[in-house]
């Protein structure tokens, strides 16, 4: 194991996969139950499969805290979608419904909807609050992160 790996929680059978860092995180597999380990979209969590990740897992990825009644939520959704299959090989993105899941506010001290989180490494990078519209939400994941833009 290098430094440059990442631990990667298969959301499926919670097994932790390794997987290297130059490998696109959309083409690998779980060792266990061989469900692939990201999609291009955002995926819908639970609060037990967010404190899994927070545990275990030191890959990078997003959490959205939104609500159904949330109007900025729902502008901000198809940009996050998007963002989330351009840095699909980089970062997975996430969404916790805190209608659903409001334990999950509490514990990450979320005082409002929507709220972004970025993770790496087993820890929490920066928050967000409120909705960054358009590119300025890849910019940021980017900026976090410290991917390169692939335009200018
Ligand atoms: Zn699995």
């Not at 899941?101 to 967000?128: F, M, Y």
Request: proline share 6%.
């Amino acid at each position: 194991m290098t430094m440059d790996d990442r631990m990667i929680v298969c959301l499926g059978c919670q097994a932790v996969n390794r997987v290297p860092q130059g490998r696109v995180l959309t083409l690998a597999k779980c060792g266990r139950c061989s469900e692939l380990l990201a999609t291009p979209h955002p995926v819908e969590i639970t609060s037990e499969q967010m404190r899994l990740l927070e545990k275990k897992d030191t890959g990078a990825f997003i959490v959205d805290l939104w609500a159904p009644w949330c109007g900025p939520c729902r502008m901000m959704a198809p940009h996050y979608d998007s963002a989330a299959q351009r840095l699909q090989g980089d970062v997975r993105f996430y969404k916790i419904n805190t209608d659903q899941h409001p334990d999950a506010s509490i514990r990450l001290n979320i005082r409002g909807v929507p709220t972004l989180i970025a993770w790496k490494g087993g820890r929490e990078l920066a928050k967000q609050a409120g909705a960054p519209g358009g590119a300025a939400l890849e910019r940021w994941v980017r900026d976090i992160f410290g991917l390169a833009s692939t335009s200018h």
